[in-house]
Structure formats: C-alpha cells, structure tokens
C-alpha cells in the first residue's frame, strides 16, 4: 500500500502529499508505527485480515518508481499486489477516483512507477486536491497566460499548502480513501469501484 508525496516538513501539508496522508491514516488507523529504511518509510501491519506493508516513498515525488521496485522485488511481490494512493488535481477536492490499473494521467509520481515496474496495472486510488483550478476566477485567469505560465502556476498549486477552508472536507475526503484502501484488499476493484467512484467526502 502505497502513498505518492514528497518527504520533508516543506511539502507535508501541500496538495501533492494527500497519498502519504492516506497513509498516515490507515497507520494510525491500524496504530501502526514506521520507520524509515534506506529509500523508504515502511509500517508493517494488518489490513481487512491481510499482511500489508505500508510505504511512503523517500526519493520525492519524481522518483517514487525506484524504492518501490524495490520493495515489490525484495517480497517476491509483483506489481498486482500494489495498491497505489495518489493525488489528483484534474479531480475536485473531496472525490476519490479508483481504478485496477491505468495510465499515468500526466503524473509524476505514477510516470515514475510505471517506468519503474514496466506496467500500468496496478490498482490505484486518486484523491481530488484541484477544487481550486474549477473556480471560474482560476480558469480564467488560466485562460489569460501563456502555456509555460500555466503550467508553472499549476506545479505551484499542487505544492501549496491545502487553504483553512479546505482542512475539514480534506480531512474526509483522507478518510474516504482509506475506507476505499480497505474496500480494494477485502472486496476487490470492482465493488470498490462503485461503492467510492463519483462519492464526495
């Protein structure tokens, strides 16, 4: 079980760390304790009856690929036993996406594993952090810059910090993801897809 995010006291609170705390929820929920070895915050505990390993990778966001490898290879795992949990800023704050496997989106963190693994299929939940690019004031100030402004003004978003208005409904939509987490191991992709798929914290 895997969260995407950057290490760090900088990036802990911004929109592209909403995977490790996904993670940090199931550990507390499980109160599991982690530590960190050589690329990688590990936790070893139990999820819906199963041993699972719980993983933040410590390589930043772009690099995710390498300790997870890794980590599949040294438990003789293979990339269907993953379950990847990423933010999504094409999502809006509070929706949870889950697929069983699928293309990387524009994602850094995902680019990084699947180059990594060699394959797409491995389940993953999408947590929505990009309620504020709907807001029409953002598309159209989006629509007034140039391409490369756009872009930089997006990867400024996503490591920004969550806003004061936005902490409660985050703190659900992490919930969510991790009940979906549980959902995925206990009852499989397809019943975890239509109980959380289009859901909103």
């Known amino acids: 079980m895997v969260g995407l995010g950057n290490p760090g006291p900088r990036y802990e609170r911004t929109r ?3 995977g490790f705390m996904a993670i ?9 304790a982690g530590r960190v070895e ?3 915050w590990l936790a070893e505990t139990t999820l819906a009856g199963e041993p699972a390993l719980l993983v933040k990778p410590q390589s930043f966001m772009n690099l995710s690929g390498g300790p997870v490898a890794r980590l599949l290879a040294e438990a003789n795992a293979s ?3 993953l379950v990847v ?3 999504d800023v094409a999502l809006p704050l509070g929706r949870l996406r889950v697929r069983p496997a699928g293309s990387d989106g524009g994602h850094n963190g995902l680019v990084s594993l699947i180059t990594s693994l060699g394959t797409d299929a491995f389940a993953r939940i999408r947590i929505g952090v990009g309620q504020e690019l709907t807001r029409p004031e953002r598309a159209a100030e989006r629509d007034s810059e140039a391409p490369s402004s756009g872009f930089m003004d997006l ?4 490591l920004g910090d969550f806003q004061p208005e936005e902490v409660e409904r985050l703190r659900e939509v992490i919930g969510l993801a991790a009940d ?6 206990e009852e499989g992709a397809d019943v975890a897809m239509n109980r959380f798929n289009g859901r909103s914290a």
Do not use: M, Y
């Open 180 to 185: 979906a987490a549980l959902s995925l191991i």
């Open 38 to 40: 050589q690329d990688a």
């Open 16 to 18: 592209h760390n909403a």
């Open 85 to 87: 949990i990423v933010d």
């Open 24 to 32: 940090d929820e199931l550990a507390a929920r499980a109160r599991a």
């Open 79 to 81: 990339p269907a036993d």
């Open 155 to 158: 990867a400024d978003f996503v």
